[in-house]
Each structure stands twice: as C-alpha cells, then as structure tokens.
C-alpha cells in the first residue's frame, strides 16, 4: 500500500522533533526486524482468520473497526479521540473529525472516518512493536497487513531513540487541527505534568481545578465563551458528531493508561532490543578471541544492565506525575480495566486505581504481565527482576525509588508473589 509521500513529508515536518531514520540497524542480525517472523495478538488473528475460525465483518459505517475490536477483544470503553493533524492519515483528522484510538494490554488501534486504513500497532515479545494496516475496502481479501516501512518514518524515529515504538504526544494546535510549532510540542507518560498534557486531544472527565491543555485550540473555539478552559468536559456534542464515533467519549482515565502503557512497552522493546544486540557483539567478540561461548565481559553486563534501569524505574512509577486532586473519567474504562485482574487470595490487583494522588493504588505497573516482560531475554530478565527485588525489599533506596512507601512495596511483594509464576526464587525466600 503505498500512502501520499508529500502529505506524509509534511506530516513528518509538522513533527519537526522528529527524524526518521534508526541509530542502529535493525534489520540485521539479531533483530531483523523486517524480516523477522511477527508473533502477537495480530499473527494470531490472522491465523484464525485462515482457519476460517474468526472472521472480520465489514460495516459502512465504520468499515472492519468494530469486528476488530471484537475480534481482538478491545473494549469500547478504551475510546479516546484526538484532533491535531500529527499522524499518517492527517488529512483526515480535525477539530470535527477526531481521530479515535482504541486499545488494550497489546493492540492499540487508529480509526479515521473516511480513512483508507486501520492503523494498528502491537506488542511483539520478539519485534517490540509492529504495525499492520487493515484495508477499508471491503472487496479487498485479506485486509490486514503487515507495515515496516512507512509507519516507522515516525514511530522508529529519534522520537523513540530509533526502535520501533509508540507514540503520545501532546500539542498546541488551531482551530484546523495544524500545529502550531512555535509552542512545542511534548511526548507524554505518566511523567508528564497533568498541566502539559492533552494538547490536541478530547478528554472527557473531571480533573477538579487541575487544568490541562484537552479540549482547547490556540485562539480559542468561536462558538464557546471566552472564559472556557477545556478541563471537566464531560459531554462532547458541541465540539463535533459525537453520533459519528462508536461512543460519544475521550475518556481521561483511559488517555492516561494508554499513555503510561505506551512509554512502558517503547522501553521494555529498547531493553530487549539492547540486550540482544549487546549478546550478540559479546558472542562475536568470544569468537574473534576464541573465549567459550558463554563469557560475558564487564562492559556487555554493564551494557544490559544499563538497558534495563529505565524498565524498573518505570514499572515502579519513579518520577510520576502526581495528581492534585481526584480524577475520573466518563465512559466506565476504569471499572473494566480493573475488572481484568489478576487478583491475589486478598481481592488486590495492581489493575487497582488511586487517582487521587497518583494513577494506580499499587506502586508496580500491570505492564509486568504482558508477553513483552515475560519473554524478555533471560539476561534481561533476570536483572530486571534482582532490581525490582532490591528496591521493593529496601536493599536500594537510592533517590529514583525515594516515592516508594514500605506498606506499599511489601503489598507489592505480596501481590506479584501470588499473581507471577516465574518469579526467582530468592523472591521467595523469607
Ligand atoms: C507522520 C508521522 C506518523 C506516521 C507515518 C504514522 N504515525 Fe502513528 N502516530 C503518530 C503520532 C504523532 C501519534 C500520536 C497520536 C497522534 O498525534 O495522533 C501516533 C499514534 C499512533 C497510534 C496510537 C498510539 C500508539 O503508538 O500505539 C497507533 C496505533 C498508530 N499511530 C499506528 C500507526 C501505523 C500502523 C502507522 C503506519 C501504517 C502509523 N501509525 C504511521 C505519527 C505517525
């Protein structure tokens, strides 16, 4: 599928901070990544799709989103909606024809109306993320294919230190959905001050007298007083079709999941990504020097390990924003994401919100169940699991971890020691 070069070009522009391009090539030897095969929640929907065990229904109204999100389980509630005119189908994306984004654990889905195509992006234990298209033209067989070129113009950009990632961004846009680049713009996890994000983005919800840029162009909106400050929109009828879109919310709780899961999985693929190709510079350089196979020198362990600090600090929510007030969103996301589980013997899950000071209940992000951690390479994993122990145990209370409560670590301790398998055993020790 080839899309528009010169709309793209222009796409790529109005990121300005972005430049295509990798720092490393990974296409090569370990990763390949173009080459390499794909095994995620995708693959396995094409599969069932071949064996004629799925199937993906089109709809006028939305082409195969709705079949698609059926079929890939995501749940409606994930809905958010954003304006500004920052990604591959941006002609089609405005103040009155937001773009919707869907998604859960794995997938994250892009839908536009009237768009040529689905954009998905999905976890990949192997390939980190990857991005396929569904076709929205219904004769088309085999709507679903597999993209390694144009959507890592932006998304394996310097943006995402070159590996193939997500992206949240935060930006100051007019009244058209363009950006207006003399403001910046800002990528966003849950580091971002509440007050930077949302730019260019719905959100329904309430924030209290938190403010955030949702809801808002540059120059204001002409038809909504002069005093609107975007923050506790909880109904988007004025703003544009709600009736369009599959249900009427942009639920703040949910952008801000997404946006901390995002950033979660772009680092667990750098630390994967960087494990392995350290591994590999270590196994050539054995074979130059003609050392067993198994040596590993100081330099390659302090390279993995280096890789894997930011995955701990992350998962252990180091720096996050904290809330001023509570918050909450409009479309019942919250309910259902927790629902999801697992749960320990005493009812806790780390799915459990706060959102009242911070995100989540429990300092330990729920990212620790995904395929991307459980298939990190066992060199990755092992020292990303003898860091998280030293920090929830108190062995390390370096200044990165200083957020942490006792109480809360040893919950944490508790949970992950009933709800994870693989845990190693001096975990378990007393
Ligand atoms: C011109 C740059 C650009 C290109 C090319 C691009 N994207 Fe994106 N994409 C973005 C930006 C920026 C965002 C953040 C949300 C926004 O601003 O719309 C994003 C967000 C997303 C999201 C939701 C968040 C996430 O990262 O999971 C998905 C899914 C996605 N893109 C899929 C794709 C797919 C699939 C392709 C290729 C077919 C693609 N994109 C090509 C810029 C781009």
């Known amino acids: 599928m080839k899309f528009p070069l010169r709309s793209l070009l222009c796409g790529l522009f109005l990121l300005a901070t972005i430049t295509p391009g990798f720092a490393v090539d990974l296409d090569r030897a370990p990763i390949e990544y173009s080459t390499a095969e794909p095994d995620n929640a995708i693959t396995s929907l094409m599969k069932r799709l071949r064996a004629e065990k799925a199937s993906l229904q089109y709809d006028d109204e939305h082409g ?9 389980d995501v749940p409606l509630s994930s809905q ?28 994250s889905i892009g839908f536009c109306q009237r768009g040529d195509v689905l954009e998905i992006a999905v976890a990949d234990p192997k390939l980190g993320t990857v991005f396929y298209t569904v076709s929205q033209n219904p004769g088309k067989q085999n709507p679903l294919t597999r993209q390694t070129e144009t959507c890592l113009l932006c998304h394996g950009s310097s943006a995402n230190q070159g590996f193939p990632g997500h992206l949240m961004r935060s930006v100051s846009v007019d009244q058209t959905g363009e950006m207006v680049l003399s403001r910046g713009t800002k990528r966003v996890d849950h580091t971002t ?10 959100v329904t919800g309430t924030s209290g007298k938190q403010t955030h840029l949702g809801n808002q162009v540059v120059g204001g909106w002409s ?63 054995n074979k130059a020097f003609g050392s067993p196979a198994n040596e590993r020198t100081e330099g390659i362990t302090r390279r993995i390990n280096w890789a894997c600090e930011p995955v701990v600090q992350y998962l252990l929510f180091s720096e996050e924003a904290p809330l001023k007030e509570a918050v909450a969103g409009t479309s019942g996301f919250a309910k259902e994401f927790t629902a999801r589980g697992p749960f320990d013997s005493n009812g806790r899950t780390l799915r459990e919100f706060d959102l009242k000071s ?13 395929r991307l951690f459980d298939e990190l390479p066992p060199e990755a994993k092992e020292r990303v699991y003898r860091r998280l122990w030293e920090v929830l145990t108190g062995r390390d209370s370096s200044k990165a971890f200083a957020h942490l409560e006792p109480e809360d670590c040893k919950a944490v301790m508790e949970i992950l020691g009933e709800t994870k398998k693989d845990l190693p055993t001096y975990w378990r020790k007393k």
């Not at 195969?64 to 890939?72: D, F, P, V």
């Not at 079709?241 to 667990?268: F, G, I, K």
């Not at 911070?358 to 995904?370: A, D, G, I, K, L």
């Open 80 to 107: 958010v909606l954003v304006y500004s005119r920052t990604s591959l189908q941006r002609q089609r994306i405005g103040p009155k024809r937001p773009r919707a984004i869907y998604f859960n654990d794995e997938v």
């Open 64 to 72: 195969y989103l709705r079949s698609l999100l059926k079929n890939l």
């Open 223 to 285: 038809d909504t007083a002069k005093d609107f400050t975007g923050v506790n929109v909880v109904n988007l009828k004025t703003f544009f079709t709600v009736a369009d879109y599959l249900t009427p919310h942009s639920d703040l709780v949910a952008l801000m999941v997404l946006e901390h899961q995002c950033e979660a999985h772009n680092r667990l693929t750098r630390a994967s990504m960087q494990t392995r190709l350290a591994l590999a510079e270590q196994a050539e350089l």
């Open 358 to 370: 911070r995100m989540f209940r429990y300092p330990m992000s729920y990212v620790v169940y995904s």
């Open 193 to 202: 001050p509440f007050e930077e994000r949302w730019g260019g983005w719905y």
